[in-house]
């Protein structure tokens, strides 16, 4: 895909990402934002997200985007980014009327939903998606910032298995334009308030081992967090740090968005792929990263992942069991 040939006669031309915005997804719909305002100066280029945490406020272009969805004219040409349009929220009705529909995503549950679809399930990020479709004469320090920390997000600072030799390499060039890289590191993926650790302490705490110890679960109620005076942007992170507890295979946080309903995210090594299992509930993601929606009691949501997770371990045993046979002397 030549993103400047397909918008070289657009005159508005949008851009957005899925609803709670996280890092690769800001950095991804920010570096677009920059690359296409330099390209194209006589476009009017507009960024239509739900709010990003502070910690991404350091990006070009944070204050540029329009949280608001007001209503307006028809788009040219209109990016949706890190998502199908399902996922957009508030900016899907601009997507949908666009004269061209543009799907740039990494996620493997996302079948593409525009006239041009550039998904590749195999790349780390969005934002390394977009690093390999812009012309690389154009990066300086701020463009490549926005790229950088989509990569580092959504590689967990290149520590997951969706961390390829070309990604490390990837990085490399956009460091080099001289960005405090290790300050964006600790202040936007491990830094945390206060009252983040406390909830995430109470998270923690408050978690429950199942299935032999293989599979956590913790939940936050609204309650909870009307009293610790959090959202969900406070809540990122604690599902990652249930994960990294030893013998743990899958990891599921989930905290209430409503009556009987509760945002669920899921966190695996590789013996579970919980892509498929968010997909089953109308969700999706990645082989080890994956969340989506669910209604009714917290006891009833678990008891319905639990099938679709239970199912999965017994496969994988059954396989060890034949493998472990079929290595036994008669």
């Known amino acids: 895909m030549n993103i400047l040939q397909e918008?070289?006669?657009?005159k508005r031309i949008g851009i957005s990402g899925h609803v709670r915005p996280d890092g690769d997804c800001v950095g991804a719909c920010l570096a677009l934002w920059q690359y296409l305002r330099k390209c194209l100066?006589?476009?009017?280029?507009?960024v239509f997200l739900?709010?990003?945490a502070d910690i991404f406020r350091e990006l070009a272009g944070y204050e540029e985007i329009d949280s608001t969805f007001p209503e307006e004219d028809?788009?040219?040409?209109?990016?949706?980014l890190d998502c199908a349009s399902d996922r957009l929220g508030g900016a899907e009705k601009y997507f949908q009327t666009a004269r061209k529909k543009i799907n740039i995503d990494h996620h493997i549950s996302n079948n593409g939903c525009g006239d041009l679809n550039h998904i590749k399930p195999m790349v780390g990020s969005t934002c390394e998606l977009i690093y390999d479709l812009i012309d690389k004469e154009q990066l300086d320090s701020k463009l490549a910032m926005a790229i950088y920390i989509g990569m580092i997000h959504d590689t967990g600072v290149f520590q997951y298995s969706n961390t390829t030799p070309e990604t490390l390499q990837k990085a490399a060039h956009l460091i080099s334009f001289g960005f405090d890289f290790p300050r964006l590191i600790e202040e936007t993926f491990y830094q945390k308030t206060y009252i983040q650790t406390q909830i995430m302490g109470r998270a923690l705490l408050e978690s429950i081992r199942f299935m032999d110890g293989r599979c956590i679960v913790s939940v936050i109620d609204r309650k909870t967090m009307d009293f610790y005076q959090v959202d969900s942007k406070d809540l990122d992170g604690i599902?990652?740090?249930?994960?990294?507890?030893?013998?743990?295979?899958c990891a599921i946080f989930m905290y209430e968005t409503g009556v009987l309903e509760y945002k669920v995210s899921m966190r695996s090594n590789e013996k579970i792929d919980v892509s498929k299992v968010a997909s089953y509930f109308g969700g999706g993601g990645h082989m080890r990263a994956a969340g989506c929606t669910m209604k009714g009691t917290f006891h009833d949501c678990v008891?319905?992942?639990s099938l679709h997770i239970e199912g999965q371990?017994?496969?994988?045993d059954t396989v060890q069991i034949v493998q472990e046979g079929s290595g036994k002397e008669c």
């Open 7 to 10: 918008c070289e006669t657009a």
């Open 74 to 80: 028809v788009f040219d040409v209109y990016f949706a």
């Open 239 to 249: 599902v990652n740090q249930l994960r990294n507890i030893k013998g743990v295979d």
């Open 41 to 46: 100066p006589d476009a009017e280029v507009k």
């Open 313 to 316: 371990f017994a496969t994988q």
């Open 50 to 52: 739900e709010k990003p």
């Open 303 to 305: 008891n319905n992942l």
